[in-house]
């Protein structure tokens, strides 16, 4: 059963937030992770995770966000000049790796520079054979997937992938054991010299005050100043919570899985809207020239991106038009009654969320793109559930915000560089309907360098 109305009965929910039968094929990589898992194990799970998306922890990231995005920029200049124009979603999704990669295990894949490396191209390949079992029935039984030369590609990325997770686990927990060591063995020196009366104690300055939190944030660990995801769940796995080898692997997979296919859809789309826009796109820039003074070369800060609104009221008007997760189906625990229609137990509700954000009574001309629909004053009334591009209630996309900086940063770097030109027309694309929204044959645009 396919829903298109904002009734709030099925996502807002405490009790309907097992996923459809589709996702059980992302399990062989991901398990059961946040974005898999229900009931008993997703709820304390969610509650652990939720702290490693802290606008503090997000702050760090912004610079990963922006190294990554002066990649893209410089990658694209290989394309001035291409009067035909080019297919802007490989560059946006090899960006896009790079930085979930180094944000989620604080690890550098250069996929933007080796397209070719195993991890790579692992990546690439299990998620096309997923979508492919997902739409052709007859692979679905596993008796039958497993005769095919897709399971045994399937299996070769799986080990590639669970290898790179695993050793990168592993090499942190070392590290992290060595630290502490290190930080010890400091500390009973310290104490030894504090105690024959030479200098003054561990966590106090020359003044006798407690500096004890200035000492752990330079010491403790030895950490590098960016924390990675990665580092967030081996802490909370070291302060009583259990999580085990195989739950920290199951979150960094579904991060690495979650954290860039919809954010490289979502980039690729609102460049190309940006494309058809020119008047929308200059009115970006010059939003960005005032905030940043006017200043090209520098990186925005994390409060800058947030000043930028005219800028996130166009992300949100890209994904109302092309959310990254086109439906969001769920199977119902118990009978749901939607205005006098009775949804029976066991039912699988899709929530289409590309015909919901069309709705017409709340878009007015809901096919244009109109960033004005998000401005303050037009977004009053709205039903909080019209607008979903991260799904809503209890089950929402928990590193939303880390999505809509990481778009800002991207966006904003790429338009500072360059003037966008759509090549391809909205009404000639083909879009596939798969997990995450995609065109059939790319998304063409071209560049200019912006005087």
Known sequence: LSLCIPRQRILGSQKHIEKSHDYEFLKPWLGTGLLTSAGKKWHPRRKILTPAFHFKILDDFVDIFQEQSAVLVKRLEAELGNEKGFNCFPYVTLCALDVVCETAMGRQVNAQCNSDSDYVKAVYQIGS????????????????????????NHQKCLAILHEFSNRVIHERKEEIRRQKQQLGDKNNNNNSNSNGGGGAAVGTDQDGNNNKDDYLSHEELGRKKRLAFLDLLIEASQDGTVLSHEDIREEVDTFMFEGHDTTSAAISWILLLLGTEPTIQDRIVEEIDQIMGGDRERFPTMQELNEMKYLEACIKEGLRLYPSVPLIARRLTEDVDIDGYVLPAGTTAMIVVYQLHRNPEVFPNPDKFNPDHFLPENCRGRHPYAYIPFSAGPRNCIGQKFAVLEEKSIISAVLRRYRVEAVDRRENLTLLGELILRPKNGLRIRISRRN
């Open 129 to 152: 054979i997923v979508q492919n079992r997902q739409q052709k029935i007859w692979l679905q039984p596993d008796f039958i997937f497993k005769l095919t030369q897709d399971y045994k």
